[in-house]
């Protein structure tokens, strides 16, 4: 009896996150046919820190661009959809003065996921691209960057940088409903630091140190004002007792 008394819970999160994820997943279709429609355009703003014209070797390649780059802009235009269901997922489990947190949450983490964005269009890519193009420039290579594989690099960093600025955000609400306790972020530290420079490695199309570094340094500081928003907001942990 107490065996299904704990199933059945479970099944039933089980069952709002295939929902949820569902209505996430039609969202970012809807938005990506839209998004496609207009990717000339998005790929023309793509390139601005690059003033030369992008070429493509292969006679699809200019398509996976165009694919890669929409999918892109319909993740980010999903963002307050992705929010909204994460928010709903984890209500029931706040107490109800908690709940009326929804409508400053919702704009904090839209908040964040385009800070990183911003971070990362104006501070990283910029610095990134120069590095490298400067780098062959100095050796008399002349850059000529493929559509497919220049778009490739802007969407993971773009990606990369606005979900992970939502760590802190993220932690400090599982927190705050207990899932997670602050002591335990501490002691996996290390091994968050070491999660970060593998994501990085495998996020970074060279995986260079230099664009490792550029990844994982900003990731393992977000993982520390995560930490201190799951002391400062956190739940106590229950006695034994």
Request: hydrophobic content about 60%; glycine content about 6%; overall charge positive.
């Amino acid at each position: 009896m107490a065996m299904n008394a704990v199933v059945h819970p479970l099944q039933r999160h089980i069952r709002d996150i295939k929902r949820r994820l569902m209505i996430v997943g039609a969202t970012i279709m809807v938005f990506f046919v839209i998004a496609f429609s207009y990717s000339s355009i998005l790929i023309d703003w793509f390139k601005r820190p690059f003033e030369d014209d992008l070429i493509f070797y292969a006679p699809a390649e200019a398509l996976f661009a165009s694919i890669k780059i929409s999918f892109m802009a319909a993740v980010i235009a999903s963002v307050p959809i992705i929010l909204y269901q994460f928010w709903k997922f984890i209500e029931p489990a706040l107490l109800q003065k908690e709940q009326r947190w929804a409508v400053p949450l919702f704009f904090l983490g839209l908040g964040f996921f385009l800070l990183g964005l911003g971070f990362c269009n104006v501070v990283i890519l910029p610095l990134v691209i120069n590095f490298f193009v400067t780098f062959g420039m100095d050796r008399a290579i002349t850059p000529e960057l493929a559509v497919g594989t220049y778009v490739d690099f802007n969407v993971k960093f773009l990606l990369a940088f606005g979900f992970a600025f939502e760590i802190p955000l993220v932690l400090s609400l599982l927190a705050r409903v207990g899932v997670i306790q602050a002591s335990v972020l501490i002691r996996f530290r290390k091994h968050a630091a070491l999660v970060a420079l593998i994501l990085s490695a495998v996020i970074t199309p060279d995986a260079t140190m230099f664009t490792m570094l550029l990844m994982a340094v900003p990731l393992i500081i977000l993982y520390e004002i995560g930490i201190w928003g799951a002391k400062v907001f956190g739940r106590a942990p229950l006695s034994a007792g």
